[in-house]
C-alpha cells in the first residue's frame, strides 16, 4: 500500500512539476514567436516587389476571370497580417486595384465593366521560411474584412510598430 502512495505522490510531484515548467516557459514561448512573426514582417517588406511581380504572374495564369486578361495591377502600401488557423502560417493580405482587359473571342468584349477597376485583396503566404505567393484573391474584400469573411480559417495577428510603414 505505502508503494501505492509513494507512486502516486510522486506523480503528482510530477505532474505538479511540468505544470509549472509549461507556465514558467510560456513568455518565454510567446516572445520568440513574437520575434519570428515581427521577423516574416520585415522580411515581407524587404520582398515586396518581387512577391508582387510573383503574384501577378500566378493570378494571370488562373485563367481566371474568364474571358479577361490581367492588365494591370495596384497594390496598396498597407499590409494586414493574419494566421492560418489550421495551419498557423502567417499570410500578409495586401489591397488590391486589378484592371482586366477583354479577351479577343472570350465573350466579354462588348461588357463596358470590364474596363472599370476591381477591388480585392491579395494573399501572400509565409511557408515558415520564405514567402511566397500561389496567386490567390479575393475579389471585393479588403483585407480586414477578407479575415472577417474567413473567421474560421484567419485569425488577425498584431503587426509591429514599424510594420505599417510606406515602403521605400
Not at 35 to 53: N, T, V, Y
Request: hydrophobic fraction near 45%.
Amino acid at each position: 500500500m505505502n508503494t501505492v502512495l509513494g507512486l502516486a505522490v510522486t506523480f503528482c510531484i510530477a505532474a505538479a512539476a511540468g505544470v509549472a515548467t509549461a507556465l514558467a516557459l510560456r513568455p518565454i514561448r510567446l516572445a520568440r514567436q513574437t520575434e519570428k512573426i515581427a521577423r516574416a514582417q520585415r522580411d515581407f517588406h524587404r520582398q515586396r516587389e518581387p512577391l508582387e511581380a510573383k503574384f501577378i504572374e500566378r493570378a494571370a495564369a488562373t485563367g481566371k476571370p474568364r474571358g479577361l486578361r490581367w492588365a494591370d495591377v495596384d497594390f496598396d502600401d498597407d499590409v494586414v497580417y493574419a494566421r492560418d488557423r489550421r495551419t498557423g502560417r502567417l499570410k500578409a493580405l495586401v489591397a488590391v486595384e486589378v484592371q482586366f482587359e477583354a479577351v479577343e473571342g472570350g465573350g466579354m468584349e462588348h461588357v463596358e465593366n470590364v474596363a472599370l477597376s476591381k477591388a480585392a485583396t491579395a494573399e501572400f503566404l509565409h511557408d515558415g521560411t520564405r514567402w511566397i505567393t500561389e496567386g490567390r484573391i479575393y475579389f471585393n474584400l479588403a483585407p480586414t474584412a477578407a479575415v472577417k469573411y474567413l473567421a474560421e480559417n484567419m485569425e488577425l495577428v498584431a503587426e509591429p510598430p514599424t510594420a505599417g510603414l510606406a515602403r521605400g
